[in-house]
């Protein structure tokens, strides 16, 4: 087109050349204009809004997750805080719905609606979890010293004026009671919930021998075992269909395909832009012959030609140097995904992944896995005493001096406040499991002044262990709550020391036990 009207401009009159040859431009024009259009880089602004609001929205899922964790295990507070990160997840859900439209994608607008659908569906479930929780942990945390309280009963004056064999009998009741509740707690099943049943039902009729106040007791023994009956398996089935909503599965693929979305409408532009390079070569070329036919106007030309190299120019600098930007902004957003602010340590989300992949390389080996839960004890009066600056020093000098004992292949973990775990691969024996706690105590206890202030703390350590097909078996979820209920044991044994789960397993050879004191297996 362009070429026909520079023939009728050059075979017109002098007023229709200049009509033609103002056409002509015109085009010339709007055919450059289009091509700059489509040949501006994807706006950087909108993808790094994006990708911030897609790493928040996986920090804030995994922090979900690790409350229903805590809320299942009896970490969480009296009142689970189960959907207090929805407010900001809905908002950053909604601004990615916003970019949405930009892309121009249906890949991006499934993937978005997946995500949403499956926000909604945790929701529901978290909500219908934090209902049901609360009376399971009441009961749990209720029945023990419950039970313990009763047995003291029994052995006093109320066991003195019932019948001895009744005595004896309930006692017996009240034992296996226990350990089946504490059985059911951690796998329930229709066979051990009939043997709870019908040891609760044995309580029961043993009630005409003794005081109202024992049967008193006895009744709010016999109400809390069967809350814990039927709300175990809700919360299991619960856990399970949060676990299932695969949140974290639809934020993956939603970045997938935002990033697919961005890189195809980067190389589109990239092609426009040779487009453009091409055209202002053919425009190069007709200005060349209009230098041949308009002498005078050849600086005017040459100077045009100069400012649009020049802007080209600066358009791929600044190109590559928001590119820059965007990549160091992405490695920094990896790593505070995966690592603790504080301590630099690995955090709950990778020491979770990390774990997976040790259980399944130990199922292929048959090797060991190990476990250590660590709670620093006295560490809340440094806080109390010196301030938030000398525990956050503490914290940094922990890490550091039990990171430095581990091996290159171990992790050492930082999953918030005071808690740590340290995770071991292919441990040859038992002993060399309990060395690395004593030598964790040690470096804890080592810590005795920070900024200039004296500190004393030590810790309680938890540690379970799993080996090859069994550790898959078990899984991660499982494992951690072993280890963490054995750091609950070593707290109350006193503080300073560690105590080994009783579900822990070792490398096929017997190992003498090196526990000197400091371990102590309930089971043992």
């Known amino acids: 087109m362009v070429a026909v009207l520079a023939q009728r401009v050059a075979s017109s009159t002098p007023r229709r050349r200049l009509q033609l040859a103002g056409l002509a431009v015109l085009v010339l ?7 700059y259009i489509r040949s501006e880089a994807a706006d950087p602004e909108v993808r790094n809004d994006v990708m911030l609001s897609l790493r928040e929205l996986e920090k804030l899922d995994a922090e979900w997750d690790a409350n229903i964790l805590r809320a299942h295990i009896g970490r969480a507070p009296a009142t689970p805080q189960l959907t207090t990160q929805l407010p900001r997840m809905r908002e950053l859900v909604a601004r990615l719905g916003e970019a949405v439209p930009e892309t121009g994608s249906a890949p991006v607008g499934a993937a978005y609606t997946q995500l949403r659908e499956a926000l909604q569906r945790k929701e529901v479930l978290a909500t219908q979890f934090a ?19 009763l047995k003291t009963e029994l052995g006093g004056i109320e066991g003195a004026l019932a019948p001895a064999r009744l005595v ?15 059985r059911y707690n951690v796998a329930p099943s229709p066979p051990l919930a009939a043997r709870i049943d019908e040891t609760l039902g044995d309580i029961a009729a043993q009630e005409i021998a003794f005081s109202p106040a024992v049967v008193e007791k006895m009744d709010a023994i016999i109400k809390a075992a069967r809350v814990i009956l039927e709300k175990r398996p809700l919360g299991n089935r619960l856990e399970a269909q949060i676990a299932g909503a695969a949140l974290d599965t639809a934020l993956d693929r939603l970045g997938r395909e935002f990033t697919r979305s961005f890189d195809a409408a980067l190389a589109v532009r990239e092609r426009y832009r040779g487009y453009l390079f091409a055209y202002s070569a053919v425009l190069l070329m007709l200005l060349a012959y209009a230098g041949m036919r308009l002498r005078r106007s050849y600086r005017i030309i040459g100077e045009v030609n100069h400012r649009l190299q020049a802007a080209n120019e600066t358009l791929e600098q600044r190109v590559a140097e928001r590119t820059a930007e965007l990549e160091t902004q992405s490695k920094q957003l990896e790593r505070l995904a995966q690592h603790d602010s504080l301590t630099g340590l690995i955090n709950y989300r990778q020491l979770t992944r990390l774990l997976e992949r040790a259980l399944a390389r130990a199922n292929r080996r048959d090797s060991v896995v190990v476990i250590m839960f660590i709670d620093l004890d006295g560490f809340k009066a440094v806080n109390d005493t010196y301030g938030h600056a000398t525990g956050d020093l503490v914290l940094q000098m922990v890490a550091r001096r039990v990171q430095e004992k581990l091996r290159a292949e171990d992790a050492l973990a930082r999953l918030g406040g005071d808690e740590f775990v340290i995770m071991l691969e292919e441990v040859a024996s038992r002993e060399g499991a309990l060395r690395v706690a004593q030598l964790a105590l040690d470096q804890i206890k080592s810590v005795t002044e920070a900024d200039g202030n004296p500190v004393a703390i030590s810790a309680s350590i938890g540690i379970s262990s799993a080996r090859g097909h069994e550790a898959a078996a078990r899984g991660s979820a499982a494992l951690l709550a072993e280890a963490d209920k054995a750091m609950y044991e070593a707290k109350q044994s006193g503080k300073g020391v560690f105590v080994i789960s009783p579900q822990a397993q070792w490398p096929a050879l017997p190992a003498t036990p090196e526990d000197g004191g400091h371990a102590r297996n309930p089971l043992e």
Request: proline share 10%; aromatic share 4%; hydrophobic share 55%.
């Open 29 to 35: 024009a709007l055919l450059l204009a289009f091509l």
């Open 131 to 149: 209902r049901h929780n609360p009376p399971l942990r009441e009961a749990l945390t209720y029945l023990p010293p419950a039970v313990a309280d």
């Open 168 to 182: 004896v009998r309930l006692d017996a009741s009240l034992n296996a009671l226990l350990s089946e509740i504490l």
